[in-house]
């Protein structure tokens, strides 16, 4: 429920705010507009205010909008009616009003970004972890615990940032110079080449491929919580008990107690105890658990954590008005940019088409944010309008930017183009669409079920 309520909130609130773009510059364009709606299909709510010519509606598919202008390309205009016509205006008031919606969406990231920026957006600090052997960080010298202060001169504030930066990169396959800061205050610099990096490796943990990880306060193996009635509890084991080691394995941290226990379902193993001063041994048989069609072992325990070694972890990256403003605008950018070759890279078929995402995991990416706190879910919102925006700008018939170049065509040219070449690239927007829809549930089903 909360992902649903989240979502309809995110949908209706991003496609208001594009409509609106439609609706304001087509009135200040002098464009009658007749029905501005939110969703589509049948009507469960007009009005119509008094003296005004635009009825407000909410429609029963909320998955979009539209905002429908008089037009005589669409019905009967009375003769007195005609200079308020969308089709009798300028071929560049056609296009500010086109382009509007798009760009509505934009604004609102730039709006969204600037109030996060001004309020402080909570993050990860940029120290690195254990850096992998044989990797491009590896064979770059890059250092466990080191700072990460700046990449290609731009100032780095969080962990979230190197890995954008990071990921533009892998997208154009360039080597990048990074500053950083050992423990012990030494100014480190270093190039990173992110071309060995595939186009299939930014679909998922690009940062380890190039043995990149934010470092973690050690978790001991020390026992802070049992699951009443688990196969750890049965088997003995007390919250406060430190594992020494597993099966004659010694073991330091929880992480590597996780590894061996996740990979030893249904097997008995050894556990080395020390409770008190005092060493046991228990024999504890971990039970065997699905996880994406594969068994893995589960014991029922949970570690005890210094939950102030991890709050030293985090930061906030936070501006004054006038640079919060100017982060926001290159934010919205760069993502912007980014998204664009994302597509690209999906349209050549050097990145998986199972990036594409539906209605399914937005709504779940929005139930997750809105969970995790108002921040999370500004941050998600603006994103997603940044997604809208670029979508519909797209020289897609159907789409904003279909229109757009069909705009463009007459402006060159100096008349407007077919009616059969019109209604023909409208077939082929409307099949691509339809594609792109099919395609993006599918992979949201296919994450449902099949992870």
Request: charged share 20%; proline share 4%; hydrophobic share 50%.
């Amino acid at each position: 429920m909360t992902s649903l309520f989240a979502f309809i909130v995110a949908i209706a609130l991003l496609v208001v705010i594009h409509e609106y773009g439609h609706y304001w510059v087509a009135r200040k364009c002098g464009v009658k507009v007749l029905r501005f709606s939110v969703g589509f299909g049948t009507v469960l709510y007009s009005k119509r205010f008094a003296g005004g010519d635009t009825e407000w509606v909410i429609s029963a598919i909320p998955l979009g909008g539209y905002v429908k202008m008089l037009d005589e390309r669409e019905g009967n205009v009375a003769h007195e009616e005609l200079q308020f016509s969308f089709n009798r205006k300028s071929v560049l008031q056609r296009m500010a009003i086109v382009v509007a919606g798009p760009l509505a969406n934009l604004l609102l990231a730039i709006v969204l970004y600037a109030a996060l920026f001004m309020y402080g957006v909570p993050g990860l600090k940029p120290i690195l972890g254990e850096v992998l052997p044989a990797t491009p960080a590896a064979n770059a010298q890059m250092l466990m615990q080191e700072t990460l202060t700046s990449i290609n001169g731009q100032a780095i504030q969080s962990w979230e940032q190197v890995r954008w930066i990071l990921l533009d990169a892998g997208l154009q396959g360039i080597e990048v110079r990074i500053e950083g800061q050992t423990a012990q205050g030494e100014a480190r610099s270093h190039v990173l080449d992110m071309r060995v990096l595939a186009a299939s490796d930014l679909d998922g943990d690009f940062l380890r491929k190039l043995g990149l990880q934010p470092h973690q306060p050690l978790i001991p193996p020390v026992v802070g919580k049992l699951i009443a009635g688990g196969v750890a509890e049965r088997a003995g084991l007390l919250v406060g008990d430190h594992i020494l080691g597993v099966d004659g394995r010694d073991v330091e941290r929880w992480d590597q107690l996780v590894e061996i226990v996740r990979s030893h379902p249904a097997q008995a193993l050894r556990f080395e105890v020390e409770r008190a001063g005092s060493l046991l041994m228990l024999n504890i048989t971990p039970e065997s658990a699905d996880e994406n069609g594969k068994a893995i072992g589960k014991i029922g325990a949970a570690p005890q954590i210094d939950k102030s070694k991890f709050e030293a972890m985090l930061t906030e990256v936070r501006y004054p008005p006038l640079a919060a403003f100017k982060q926001a605008v290159v934010k919205t950018w760069e993502t912007s940019i980014l998204s664009l070759k994302m597509m690209g890279k999906m349209i050549t078929g050097e990145m998986s088409l199972k990036n594409l995402s539906g209605p399914i995991t937005i709504a779940d990416y929005a139930g997750q944010s809105a969970q995790i706190g108002v921040v999370a879910y500004l941050s998600f919102l603006a994103l997603i309008s940044i997604s809208i925006g670029v979508l519909n700008l797209l020289p897609i018939p159907m789409l904003d930017g279909g229109h757009l170049l069909y705009y463009l065509v007459e402006f060159f040219k100096g008349s407007p183009v077919s009616e059969k070449l019109w209604e023909a690239g409208q077939k082929v927007g409307i099949m691509l669409l339809l594609t792109l829809m099919v395609l993006a549930v599918f992979n949201d089903i296919s994450r449902l079920f099949l992870g």
